[in-house]
């Protein structure tokens, strides 16, 4: 039967992704310096304050009011009149060590390998539905808040557009559970107050359908029918931290995958790779996209599942929700991929780099569905020296090329098919 499925994206203004944003930049700047910093890191914003509080244990030293600061700069918060601006909001520092009794079940000795960081389940899905192997109403609501980023920041048509914003795409399945057409789109995004009510809103409603969803959203998939909802309130002046309190981890769905599949409840931003929460979701995600690049099904959710302070995980689950392209059952498909990707948080970290700092950009329009890349990113190295006196440590800032994304890299496709028979 044919059947509707919507889900939402925001953009990187929204309070939630502005605490989001600042948690990963607290944790770039601490591996940075310390790549074995150990990172809980969580951000309060609202008007004109933000909180940063957690737990951390690292070598680093990191002035963390600029960081917040540039971060909400980047941003675009920079006007007074939003009531939450770069320099002038208040920064709150409550950061302390993180506890010597988790730390004793994650920390690797050479009696011990390094444990999950807690007990909990992680998911991963991947699709054939779109180019980056993710839902259509997600990948969808990702390109329109993006789009509307990069118009506003451009600054050459729809100057009125402020940081704040969402996007909800709802698309019609067939009976074969293909996307047909896109059903409703709804945008709300903040904007300057300016004209009339009425003209306002009606060429804020005309902009978003020619400058943002003709350009993202594929015409055959609209038709006389699609609904549009473009600032369905009206007005939406008073935005951001100033119209309502943002958390880290408070947009897990928009995350990941916009409801489908399933979620473990873990959040990711703030968190450095000792905590399963962030990386076996990450894994999870890498080994889901491998299996349907290399032909195994259409779809697939892989669930991983820890014990605090234990390396292997107790559980590895595969749905391919009877789109199987090999005589294999589901659990005989999830015993050749355990053997095939190590799962452990140590093996985890190796493959995909994940002591590096690479976080920030995950933290706006999700940690999924992203382009791996790499890109220079300034770290410290510290040397130690003899001197007459002792030794001394000197500390120079450095360019150092990362790779970005690392979970969604297709470099497992032709072992998938090696070890399948695709």
Known sequence: MAYLFTSESVSEGHPDKIADQISDAVLDAMLAQDSSSRVACETLVTTGLVVVAGEVTTKAY?????????????????????????????????????????????DETQEKEQGAGDQGMMFGYATKETEEYMPM???FSHRLVQELARIRKAGEVMTYLRPDAKAQVTVEYDDNNQPVRVHTIVI??????????????QQISDDVKQHVIAKVIPADLLDESTVYHINPTGKFVIGG????????????????YGGKGAHGGGAFSGKDASKVDRSAAYAARHIAKNLIAAGLAEEVLVQVAYAIGVAQP??????????AKVAMSDGEIAKVVSELFDMSPKAIVNRLGLTNPIYTPTAAYGHMGRSAYKAEVEVVEVETKSTDTGTVEERKVVKKEFEFFTWEKLDYVDKVKKAFQL
């Open 241 to 256: 931290p100033h119209g309502d309190a943002g958390l880290t981890g408070r947009k897990i769905i928009v995350d990941t």
């Open 314 to 323: 107790v559980s590895l689950n595969i749905n391919t929700y009877g789109t």
């Open 188 to 201: 709300s995004t903040q904007h300057d107050e300016f004209g009339s009510d009425e003209a306002m809103l």
């Open 62 to 106: 990191v002035e963390v009011q600029d960081i917040v600061r540039r971060t909400i700069e980047k941003i675009g918060y920079t006007k007074a009149e939003y009531q939450f601006e770069a320099q002038s909001c208040g920064v709150v520092t409550a950061l302390h060590s993180q506890s010597p009794d988790i730390a004793m079940g994650v």
């Open 137 to 139: 109403p997600l990948a």
